[in-house]
């Protein structure tokens, strides 16, 4: 089963810019569709963005989109998140997940991923 472990999370000013990493252990990493979710101080955990198994498929929230750049490495079992022109709002605590099914595409539902990893704080300084 794969484990999923996040890094890359830290203090930034707003307009900066911040990568993400989420490595998986385990086999059959590019068998997985993955995404990443935020969950901020006081609110519920949303969608920021997915990626298809072959990287070909990519889904943006409307909040993120055209700032934040979501890729995956299967050669190194990792995917990335590629924060620009990051806001005060964009602060949370980030996570990636997994979906093992064979969905054909990947969901923006987070009850559908099967696995989480422990998540990492972004915190923007306005």
């Known amino acids: 089963q794969v484990q999923l472990v996040e890094s890359g999370g830290e203090l930034v000013q707003a307009g900066g810019s911040l990568r993400l990493s989420c490595a998986a252990s385990?086999?059959?990493?590019?068998?997985?569709?993955m995404g990443w979710f935020r969950q901020a101080n006081g609110k519920e955990r949303e969608f920021v963005a997915a990626?298809?198994?072959?990287?070909?498929?990519?889904y943006y929230a409307d909040s993120v989109k055209g700032r934040l750049t979501i890729s995956r490495d299967n050669a190194k079992n990792t995917v990335y998140l590629q924060m620009n022109s990051l806001k005060y709002e964009d602060t949370a605590v980030y996570y990636c997940?997994?979906?093992?099914?064979?969905?054909?595409?990947?969901?923006?539902?987070?009850?559908?991923?099967?696995?989480w990893g422990q998540g990492t704080q972004v915190t923007v300084s306005s």
């Open positions: 997940a997994a979906d093992w099914s064979t969905r054909i595409l990947p969901t923006l539902r987070q009850s559908e991923y099967d696995i």
């Open positions: 385990g086999r059959a990493f590019s068998k997985y569709h």
């Open positions: 990626i298809s198994r072959s990287g070909s498929t990519t």
